[in-house]
């Protein structure tokens, strides 16, 4: 019955992406039959094929050794608050988890990796390789294909710097797939650290971390083109052309082995301050949002709060993901939560709830839910690194914005809802 209602949600989340578009004559039926086709093959061989299913576990591993890595590194600098042994008797469970000095500087060792791998070549070609079967098998050029392969290692910045000699040139419907198939995706900087978090939670988290990751190239051309069909017969960096690396690839920054791990940890360093800082202030921000709701009266013999507000706004689109009412409210909130803030906290808030609250197939649906960066602070970064990257688009960047954090979302519920009818 679960699954029935997450294939009616499939085609409802289709639904409002025609909706909300903005030239709903110029959808392509066989274009998105097509996309919907492949999301949901892309999804049926890497959830249900036993190969794959191993070869993923090899994948959630090899990122536990990584995390292990991490918490050798944060032990030696930081003893006991970064996961060493601890000098005194533990009285409560869990009060020895410090996130800023245990968990966050995961984003450091992936950083160096990321650009270590690109630096040897070893992840270029896999970028490629995607980005020639997104153009075969959906129609879109090489240079956005290209850009949405790249999602699935890195950010929404990084990714199309893969294609900065063609941003200016881009039609307005492959500048909005850039644009979503950033919101969609989450970088493999931040990939670990969600896989920590949700390790004791969902079995195997890290490959269905990689798994949203790969599922949100699809999902992401789909959802853009009803949204802001093609209504030109270009396609900015065709097969014939593809898109040079050398002013793009992130490998390229790097002139040694060491340049790259010096270079990776400076970059890793910014980002980590940044997720550390915006997370103090988006939670004391809450936190202030909380205290003035709670001047109002109660509802039900409880205060009102904005995670409750966001619960009831959200939680018939987590229904329509095929997760029972009862459970629809409390994963409306982290939606809420996803979008407001941003994807680190609803995971965290996802972490701490209890086994009551969401059962196995609803946290993993919720998983692929919030895989995105489709938020508020999210969308100011991408602005900001478009526009300086194509100035001359600017204004077109900005107009796209909130229709991108939509578009993002849909894709990430889309990829929810699709896991739901498989499991």
Known sequence: MLQLQSAFGVLALLAIAWVLGENRRAVSIRQMTIGLAVTLVTALVLIKLPLVAKAFGAINDAVNTISAASRAGTSFVFGYLGGGALPFDLKAPGADFILAFQALPIILVMSVLTTLLFYWRVLPPIVRGMAWLLERTLGVGGAVGLSTAANIFLGMVEAPLFI?????????????????????????????????????????????FVIASVLGAPAAILISLIMVPETSDKRTGGASETPGLADADPGQVASSTMDAIVKGTTSGLELLLNIIAMLLVLVALVYLANAILGLAPEI?????????????????????????????????????????????????????????????????????????????????????????????????INALGLKSIVSGTLTTCLMGAIVGVLT
């Open 300 to 396: 039900s013999g409880a205060k009102i709060s904005l995670q409750r507000l966001l619960g009831y706004i959200m939680a018939p689109v987590c229904w329509l993901m095929g997760l029972p009412w009862p459970q629809a409210i409390p994963a409306g909130s982290l939606m809420g939560t996803k979008t407001v803030l941003n994807e680190l906290i609803a995971y965290v808030d996802l972490s701490k709830l209890g086994t009551d609250a969401l059962d196995p197939r609803s946290r993993l649906i919720m998983l692929y839910a919030m895989c995105g960066f489709a938020n508020f602070a999210s969308l100011g970064i991408m602005i900001g690194g478009l526009g300086t990257m194509a100035p001359t688009r600017r204004d077109e």
């Open 164 to 208: 900065r000699p063609y941003l200016a040139q881009l039609t307005r419907s492959e500048l909005f797939l850039v644009m979503t198939g950033g919101m969609a995706g989450i970088a493999g900087t931040v990939l670990v650290l969600y896989a920590t978090l949700l390790a004791p939670l969902i079995p195997d988290a890290a490959a269905h």
